[in-house]
């Protein structure tokens, strides 16, 4: 009786660390090699990520730095303060043009 209990516990828990991997393997490898691939086919490029991060430390690194110092006017176009990242990598990457059939 003891040994079916153990058996399984034993067969819940490999499968709960498969499904654990699984997820994990999925969420930051799978997913964004497959998000990738679909915005490349459809001509939108951008700066490679890095593993885990991302690219969320170079965009931290550019919104710090266009909102250190306060604004000379106001002004209601805010994308290069508040979205820096956005603005750099559409001058180095280009802009997607969408074509129309």
Same mark, same amino acid.
């Given at each position: ?14 499968? *709960? ?8 393997? %999925?969420?930051?490898? *799978?997913?964004? =090699? =497959?998000? !990738? !691939?679909? @915005? ?9 990520? =890095? ?5 969320? @430390?170079? @965009?931290?690194?550019?919104? %710090? ?15 290069? =303060? *508040? ?17 129309? %059939?």
């Amino acid at each position: 009786m003891a040994m079916v209990v153990l058996a399984t516990l034993l067969v819940v828990f490999i499968s *709960l660390l498969f499904r654990v991997a699984y997820d994990t393997i %999925s969420c930051y490898w *799978l997913t964004p =090699r =497959r998000i !990738k !691939k679909v @915005m490349e086919k459809q001509g939108v490029r951008g700066p490679k990520p =890095r593993p885990l991060t991302g690219n969320i @430390m170079e @965009m931290t690194s550019l919104v %710090s730095k266009s909102t250190a110092k306060d604004m000379n006017h106001i002004d209601h176009d805010i994308v290069g =303060r *508040l979205l820096p990242h956005y603005v750099t990598w559409s001058q180095q990457y280009g802009k997607h043009i969408s074509s129309q %059939s």
